[in-house]
C-alpha cells in the first residue's frame, strides 16, 4: 500500500540521490584516489566545489531517461530488458553523453549499446556469455537504477525485480545484484528508517551464495567490532576487496563493500552516510548517489541539510537526445515519479497530485516541503528567496522573496531560467544540450503578494524575459504592487525575434528615497508558463554549445554554423532535434538549401532516435514521408523535382493524425498515421549529405 507520505518521500530521495552526485563528483576515480581524497580534504562536511550549474552526470541520466520505458512500451504491463534497452536506444545520442563512452569492451555501456545497435537483444547484450565476467560485472548495474525503486514504495521484491530487468541491458552477475540490492533497500526505506532493516531488505534480495553478499557480511561484521573508526573498514576493504582483485574500470564489488560501509557507519543519518561515501573514493558519484536515494528516502527533508539542499536549488540538467527533457524541475518530476508509483501498485492516484502535474508546460506550485522550483535572484544582497508556509494563494506553501533596504532605482530580478548556456556551467563531461521551456506566444502567470515593512512607497515590479544571446531584458512595464494584497499577473512573452530565451520573471524594483529603504516580502504562488508556441530561429543569433547548434541536440554528423544557417556536413543518416518534447499539433517551416546527396528533411513528432516522422526530399525528383519506429519505413511519397545549390521553404505541418509537406506553398504530399501524437522538431538525414537549414518557424496549432 502506497505510503501517505510517498510524494514527500520521493521528493526527498530524489533530491539524496543528486546531494550525493553531486558531493561525489569532483573527487571521483581515477585522479582522486583514497588517499588523496584524505590527504587534501580530510573530513568532508559539506561540498568541496562550487558549481555554477552542476552539469549533467551519468549517475542522473540513466535513473531519469531508462524509466522511460514505462511510457514508451511497458505502459500496461510489467517491464522487460528489451523495453530499458528500447530506452537505451531512442534517448541517447551515440557518443555523446548519458553515460561513459569509453570503447567497446571498456565501457560497459559503450559495450552494450553497441551490441544493441548490431542487433543483439537485452539481456543478451549485457551477458557474461556475450561480454565476459570482467565487462559485466562493473558498477553500472548499480548506479542507474534509483528511480525503480523510488516507483515502487515498500515492495522490495518488485522493486528489486524491475532493477534486475534494468541492470541486464548491460550487466550480468554481481553487476545485476547491486541492481537488486538498491531498488530493494529504496523501496523498503518507504516504511522504515531503521537502517539496519534497509540493509537486510536489500540483501534478501540478492542470491545466498552472492559476493556481492559476501563483502556486505564482512562489512557488517567489522562493524561489529569497530563501529566507530569507517577508516578502518574502508582499509580492511582496500587490503582484502579492492580493485587490485576485481578487474576492469570500476567493478562493482569494491563499491559495494563502501555503498555497505556508508550505510552502515552513516548510522542513519543523511549527511554523515554520503560525505563517508565520498570520502571512501573509488567511485565516488555513483557510490554517494545510490545511497543519498536510500537516506533520502528514509531520512525525509527533515534530514538533509539545507547546507547540501540549497545549492542544488530543485534544479538538475540532463545528457539525453531531448533538450527540453534535460531541463529537470525535481518537485515536478517528483510528482511524475509518485504517479508512476500509484499506476505501478494498481492504486487510485489522488486528484490532487494529478492537478498539480503537467509535463508538456511550466507549472510551480511550491506545495511539497522546502520547494523553489529552481527560481533565482540576481542580487543576493538585495534579495533572499526560500519557501514558505506563511502566505500561499493556494495551498500552503509558496516562494518568500524578502528584500532588504531597497532605493529608488534598486533592482533585482526573480526569476526561473528555462534555458542554458555553455558559459553557465563549469565543465562539459557528459554534454549537456538544451531546449527552452519557454517561448515567444505562450502566457506568463503568477500571483504575488506584497508585506512591505518599511519605505513611504510601495514597491513595485515589470514582468519581464531575457534573450539569452543578446542578454537584452525584454521589460513588460512597471506596475506597483499592492500592500497585503495578491495581484494576478500576467503577460505573453514577446516575439524574441529568432533569439533563445533564458529567463522568465519579474525585476523588483524599490521606490522609497533613500531615507526611507524599503524592507519587506513578496510572495510568488501559482508560477506558469502554458498557451501555444510561436518562434523563429535565427542562426545569425545562435552560438555552438557543448558541441551542439543551439538549440539542437545533434546525433552523428558534423554540424555548424556558417552565412546565417546551419550546416550540415555527413558520411551516414544523423539528425536533429529541438522544441518541446510533449508538442502535439503544429507546423514547422525551414528554408533547406540542399548542396550534396540525395537526403535532406524535417522531423516532426520525434520522441527520440528511434521514434519520429521524416519527411522531405528523398531522391531524384522524389518526396517522401518515412517512420522510424526502431527502423525506418516509407509511408508514403510524391514526384517533385528539386536540385542542389537552390532554396525551398519546405513546412511540415502535424494536426491530429495527419502529416502534411508543402514546398514554397504548393502542397506536394499529404498522409494519416497516428503511431506518434506528439514530439520534438528537428532536421534529418537518411544518407551523406551536405545541407543548409536557415529560417525555421515553429508555430503551434
Not at 528539386?642 to 511540415?652: D, F, G, I
Request: contains cysteine; proline residues 4%.
Amino acid at each position: 500500500m502506497i505510503p501517505a507520505n510517498y510524494l514527500e518521500k520521493v521528493y526527498s530521495g530524489y533530491l539524496g540521490m543528486n546531494i550525493g552526485i553531486r558531493l561525489g563528483a569532483p573527487v571521483e576515480p581515477t585522479i582522486w584516489s583514497y588517499e588523496r581524497i584524505k590527504n587534501t580534504y580530510g573530513d568532508i562536511t559539506d561540498y568541496v566545489k562550487d558549481f555554477k550549474n552542476f552539469a549533467a552526470d551519468d549517475d542522473a541520466n540513466g535513473p531519469y531517461y531508462f524509466l522511460r520505458a514505462l511510457y514508451d512500451d511497458a505502459k500496461d504491463r510489467e517491464i522487460t530488458p528489451n523495453d530499458v534497452a528500447r530506452a537505451w536506444l531512442n534517448y541517447a545520442r551515440e557518443g555523446v553523453g548519458m553515460f561513459w563512452w569509453g570503447g567497446y569492451g571498456v565501457s560497459t555501456e559503450h559495450t552494450a549499446y553497441i551490441n544493441l545497435k548490431k542487433g543483439i537483444p537485452a539481456p543478451q547484450s549485457g551477458s557474461m556469455a556475450q561480454n565476459g565476467k570482467v565487462i559485466a560485472e562493473q558498477i553500472g548495474g548499480q548506479i542507474f537504477i534509483d528511480t525503480w525503486g523510488l516507483v515502487n514504495p515498500g515492495n522490495p521484491k518488485k522493486a528489486a525485480d524491475y532493477g534486475e530487468a534494468a541492470a541486464r541491458v548491460s550487466h550480468d552477475g554481481e553487476g545485476v545484484w547491486g541492481a537488486r540490492f538498491f531498488c530493494a533497500a529504496i523501496a523498503k526505506a518507504f516504511v522504515t528508517s531503521d537502517i539496519n532493516e534497509i540493509i537486510e531488505a536489500g540483501l534478501g534480495q540478492v542470491p545466498a551464495d552472492s559476493t556481492y553478499l559476501k563483502v556486505a557480511r564482512v562489512v557488517l561484521a567489522f562493524h561489529q567490532e569497530q563501529p566507530e573508526d569507517f577508516r578502518a573498514c574502508r582499509d580492511m576493504l582496500e587490503r582484502d576487496w579492492g580493485y587490485d582483485k576485481y578487474p576492469g574500470v570500476c567493478h562493482m564489488i569494491p563499491n559495494a563493500g563502501v555503498c555497505i560501509l556508508a550505510l552502515i557507519y552513516g548510522q542513519g543519518d543523511f549527511n554523515r552516510t554520503v560525505e563517508i561515501a565520498t570520502m571512501c573514493g573509488w567511485d565516488t558519484d555513483c557510490n554517494a548517489g545510490n545511497v543519498g536515494t536510500v537516506l533520502g528516502v528514509a531520512c525525509g527533508l527533515d534530514g538533509i541539510s539545507d547546507k547540501y539542499r540549497k545549492p542544488i536549488n530543485d534544479s538538475i540538467v540532463m545528457s539525453g537526445i531531448s533538450g527540453y527533457l534535460n531541463i529537470l524541475d525535481i518537485p515536478t518530476y517528483a510528482k511524475e515519479l509518485a504517479i508512476l508509483g500509484y499506476r505501478l501498485a494498481g492504486e487510485e492516484c489522488p486528484q490532487a497530485l494529478r492537478d498539480s502535474f503537467t509535463d508538456r508546460e511550466i507549472y510551480f506550485d511550491f506545495e511539497l516541503p522546502g520547494s523553489t522550483h529552481n527560481i533565482r535572484v540576481s542580487d543576493s544582497f538585495l534579495c533572499e528567496a526560500k519557501h514558505s508556509t506563511e502566505k500561499a494563494y493556494q495551498g500552503t506553501g509558496s516562494l518568500q522573496v524578502l528584500f532588504d533596504r531597497m532605493v529608488r532605482g534598486d533592482q533585482c530580478k526573480i526569476y526561473y531560467k528555462p534555458f542554458y548556456n555553455r558559459d553557465e556551467f563549469n565543465d562539459e563531461r557528459y554534454s549537456p544540450t538544451f531546449a527552452p521551456k519557454a517561448y515567444s506566444g505562450q502566457t506568463v502567470s503568477m500571483q504575488i503578494y506584497l508585506d512591505q515593512w518599511n519605505g513611504n512607497e510601495m514597491a513595485g515590479f515589470a514582468p519581464y524575459v531575457r534573450l539569452a544571446k543578446s542578454k537584452k531584458d525584454l521589460l513588460q512595464g512597471y506596475q506597483k504592487l499592492v500592500n497585503n494584497e495578491w495581484l494576478h499577473v500576467e503577460f505573453q512573452i514577446p516575439d524574441s525575434e529568432g533569439e533563445l530565451i533564458d529567463e522568465v520573471g519579474i525585476v523588483l524594483e524599490g521606490y522609497s528615497p533613500g531615507k526611507f529603504k524599503s524592507l519587506g516580502r513578496i510572495f510568488i504562488d501559482e508560477f506558469r508558463i502554458y498557451g501555444k508556441a510561436d518562434y523563429a530561429i535565427d542562426f545569425a543569433k545562435q552560438a555552438v554549445n557543448f558541441g551542439c547548434v543551439t538549440p539542437f541536440a545533434h546525433n552523428h554528423g558534423a554540424w555548424s554554423l556558417a552565412d546565417g544557417a546551419m550546416y550540415l556536413m555527413t558520411a551516414e543518416a544523423c539528425d536533429a532535434y529541438t522544441g518541446n518534447y510533449f508538442a502535439t499539433d503544429y507546423s514547422v517551416s525551414v528554408k533547406l538549401n540542399p548542396q550534396n546527396g540525395h537526403s535532406h528533411m524535417v522531423a516532426v513528432r520525434a520522441q527520440g532516435a528511434q521514434r519520429g516522422y521524416h519527411v522531405g526530399f528523398d531522391g531524384e525528383n522524389q518526396v517522401s514521408l518515412f517512420i522510424n519506429d526502431f527502423g525506418y519505413r516509407k509511408l508514403t511519397g510524391a514526384v517533385f523535382p528539386w536540385q542542389n545549390n537552390q532554396t525551398y521553404e519546405c513546412q511540415v505541418t502535424v494536426q491530429g493524425n495527419v502529416i502534411t509537406l508543402s514546398i514554397d506553398g504548393q502542397q506536394v504530399l499529404q498522409h494519416s498515421d497516428d503511431t506518434f501524437g506528439y514530439g520534438m522538431f528537428g532536421v534529418s538525414t537518411r544518407d551523406a549529405a551536405r545541407t543548409y537549414f536557415s529560417q525555421i518557424r515553429l508555430t503551434e496549432i
